[in-house]
């Protein structure tokens, strides 16, 4: 199944230039501050513009980070970001001293204040606890590689997922995105009736996917089940697998007292 992870690489929008000159007297950084084309803020404007230009530049460059899936340099983020490496240097560091970065050597990496930040999203009450259990014991029962998608802009983003058999061939994590024409991603747009989404490597070759929505009670969409396996392997026993694992969501939901859940039917698929 192939995934979004590139999506939105090149130029980050550290900075777009509001006069280097003004800038500097102004104790910023012209690289990291955004300014109007027409009208220069003035007073109280100007330091919340230069603020925003800050935090847009904090989050491209960890978003930069992310993408390198490990560790980067200054030159290779400047180089992503298209900032000079002095400025990407100055904000690092002020990131490393928040432990919203990591740094070892001359190589940075997301550090763990923000994957603490991270682990507070929750995007739907109760739902990553819901489905923890749930996934581990699909993966068990069909050594799939399983993934909790959530609809976000035109991505599935992953809020749970457990390793299978197809590491190497298909790494799955949370935060990582799927595009929409997957099994994931057609089980979040719905509606759907009569069975899972069936993906017989249609997407990426030598990979197979049964996908269901988690529903609630009143028919909303809140997230989709999706179990991976290598091709070859029969479908219908990883679809049933994939329909207990949601009723069993749809079910800890409703015992966790958010809002209860239809869970998805067994569905046998020829």
Not at 48 to 70: K, Q
Not at 98 to 111: C, Q, S, T
Request: include cysteine.
């Amino acid at each position: 199944m192939d995934t979004g992870e590139g999506r939105g690489a090149g130029r980050a929008d550290i900075g777009r230039g509001d006069g280097g000159a003004d800038a500097r007297a102004r104790g910023g950084d012209p690289a990291l501050s955004r300014g109007g084309d027409t009208a220069r803020p003035r007073g109280g404007d100007t330091a919340r513009a230069r603020g925003r230009g800050v935090l847009e530049g904090a989050f491209a460059l960890l978003d930069a980070l992310r993408r390198s899936g490990d560790e980067a340099g200054v030159t290779e983020l400047a180089l992503t970001c298209g900032v000079p490496k002095g400025s990407v240097h100055r904000l690092l560091d002020q990131l490393v001293t928040l432990g919203a970065v990591e740094r070892k050597g001359n190589r940075y990496r997301v550090g763990p204040q923000l994957y603490r930040i991270g682990q507070a999203w929750e995007p739907h009450p109760g739902l990553r606890p819901a489905a923890r259990l749930p996934l581990q014991r699909l993966r068990a029962a069909t050594g799939a590689s399983v993934v909790l998608t959530v609809l976000r802009e035109d991505m599935a983003i992953t809020v749970g997922s457990v390793p299978g058999d197809l590491e190497p061939l298909l790494p799955v994590r949370d935060g990582i995105a799927f595009r929409l024409d997957t099994a994931a991603g057609k089980a979040l747009r719905g509606p759907l009736r009569g069975g899972p989404v069936l993906d017989r490597e249609d997407v990426m070759d030598g990979v197979c996917c049964a996908s269901l929505p988690v529903r609630t009670r009143d028919g909303r969409t809140v997230a989709a089940l999706a179990g991976m396996i290598p091709a070859g392997r029969p479908l219908d026993a990883l679809a049933r697998g994939v329909a207990e694992a949601g009723a069993a969501i749809s079910r800890a939901l409703a015992r966790s007292g958010g809002p209860r859940g239809t869970a998805p039917a067994a569905v046998l698929v020829p």
